[in-house]
C-alpha cells in the first residue's frame, strides 16, 4: 500500500494517534515492567519467591531453574575488537575523541562465560538495580555502566534519540532526510511493516560507507545484533543521531539491551559483564569456562560484511548506467517517443500528513 520512494517529510498533527502494542518504543519498554511479566506463568511468579538449593549461585528458585537454558541453549555474542582501518578513521576518530567513547577502543582481554551466563539467568527483573553472582551484588544502572565505561555524565535535558521518538510519536520525524544521510542513494526502498506511520527497517547493502562502518560499531558496544540483512528502525535512529553529531546517552541502550536477554535473544556484552564482575570482586573458579582463542581475536570491521568503499549494489550501479546511456544523444534519426508517466503510487502515512495541514 505505501511507497517508501516519494518524497516529502511527516509534519506534527494535533490529532490523536492510535499506538498498538507494535509501536511501542524501546525507550517505552525500558521503562515498562509489564512487557516482562506477562511472559512468567503463575509458577513461575511462585518460584521467583522461594529460597534455591544453591543460595550463592542463584537468586530464587525459579533462576535455578532456568539456568540449564542459559548454559545450554544461549550463545553468546561477544564484543570484538575495533580494529579501523586509516582510509575509514574520518568516520570515527573525531567522534570517538569528542563524544569521550574511549570503551570503544579497549583491549578486550578476558571473558568469564560461566559468569556471564550466570548473571542473565539471575537479572530475571527490569526493575534490578543489582543482579546476584556468586554471593555478590552486581550494579547493572545506568550509572554503573556509565562509571565502568568511563562514559560522560547522563544530562538533564532529553538526548538526540529522545528528541527524535518525539518527533516520530507526533509525527513530525523527517524519515526522508535520516535515508539521505545513510543511504547510498535516497530512492532505495525502506522495509515497511504493517505501521504505514514509519518505516519497519532498511537493507543493510544500502548504507553507504559510514553508516555501514557504524553500524558494525553500534551493532557490536551498544545495541547487539547478529541479523545479517536489515536494519531495524532503532538501528537507523541511532546511526542517524551519531552520524548527525547528537548528543546521546549510551548506558541507556545498553542497559535496555541486557535487561531483555533473560526471555529472548543472544546473550551481549561478556566482556562488560566480566568487567562489572571483575569490579565487584566475583570469585573467579578454575572450571570457569572461557570462549576460545580464536574468538578473542575477531575484530570489526570485518571484511566478509563489509564491502570496499564506495561500493554499490549491482542494481543501483546499473541503473545508474542506464540513466548515463539514456542521456547520451543518439544516432538515430526517428523522432523518439515520449516515455508513458508511471501511475501514481501511494504514499506512507508520514507523507500523507504533511498533506492534510
Excluded at 574511549?102 to 542473565?120: D, P
Excluded at 538526540?160 to 543511504?183: S, T
Excluded at 547487539?224 to 531495524?232: C, D, G, I, M, Q
Excluded at 556484552?269 to 565487584?280: D, E
Amino acid at each position: 500500500m505505501s511507497n517508501p520512494q516519494c518524497k516529502g517529510k511527516g509534519k506534527a498533527t494535533t490529532g490523536k494517534k492510535k499506538r498498538g502494542k507494535s509501536s511501542m518504543s524501546i525507550l517505552d519498554i525500558m521503562h515498562d515492567d509489564s512487557w516482562r511479566e506477562k511472559h512468567f506463568t503463575p509458577q513461575e511468579k511462585a518460584d521467583q519467591l522461594l529460597p534455591t538449593n544453591d543460595p550463592v549461585k542463584f537468586a530464587n528458585r525459579y533462576c535455578e531453574l532456568k539456568y540449564p537454558v542459559f548454559a545450554t541453549s544461549r550463545n553468546l555474542y561477544l564484543e570484538r575488537t575495533l580494529k579501523i582501518p586509516e582510509e575509514l578513521q574520518q568516520y570515527t576518530s573525531e567522534q570517538i575523541k569528542q563524544r569521550g567513547w574511549f570503551f570503544l577502543e579497549r583491549n578486550l582481554t578476558e571473558v568469564n562465560a560461566s559468569w556471564v551466563r550466570e548473571f542473565y539467568c539471575n537479572y530475571f527483573k527490569t526493575s534490578l538495580d543489582a543482579v546476584h553472582l556468586r554471593g555478590k551484588q552486581i550494579l547493572v544502572t545506568e550509572e554503573a555502566i556509565e562509571d565502568i565505561l568511563q562514559l560522560q555524565p547522563k544530562s538533564d535535558q532529553p538526548d538526540g534519540y529522545q528528541r527524535a521518538e518525539e518527533d516520530m510519536h507526533f509525527m513530525r520525524f523527517d524519515w526522508d532526510a535520516v535515508k539521505q544521510r545513510i543511504a547510498l542513494d535516497p530512492t532505495v526502498p525502506w522495509v515497511m511493516g504493517k505501521n504505514t506511520a514509519m518505516p519497519k527497517g532498511i537493507k543493510l547493502m544500502y548504507l553507504n560507507d559510514e553508516a555501514r562502518l557504524w553500524h558494525h560499531i553500534l551493532s557490536n558496544f551498544v545495541m547487539p545484533s547478529t541479523h545479517e540483512t536489515e536494519l531495524s528502525a532503532a538501528m537507523i535512529t541511532l546511526l542517524w543521531c551519531v552520524m548527525e553529531g547528537k548528543d546521546l546517552y549510551l548506558p541507556r541502550f545498553i542497559r535496555y539491551y541486557k535487561v531483555r536477554v533473560h526471555v529472548r535473544g543472544t546473550i551481549p556484552f561478556p566482556y562488560l559483564i566480566t568487567q562489572l564482575g571483575r569490579r565487584a570482586d566475583v570469585p573467579w573458579e578454575l572450571a570457569d569456562a572461557k570462549p576460545t582463542a580464536a574468538d578473542y581475536k575477531k575484530i570489526i570491521p570485518h571484511s566478509r560484511k563489509f564491502q570496499d568503499l564506495g561500493y554499490r549494489p549491482p542494481f543501483l550501479t546499473a541503473s545508474g548506467e542506464v540513466a548515463t546511456s539514456s542521456a547520451a544523444p543518439s544516432s538515430s534519426t526517428a523522432t523518439p517517443v515520449p516515455p508513458t508517466a508511471p501511475p501514481p503510487a501511494s504514499e506512507p502515512v508520514y507523507h500523507l500528513v504533511h498533506r492534510l495541514f
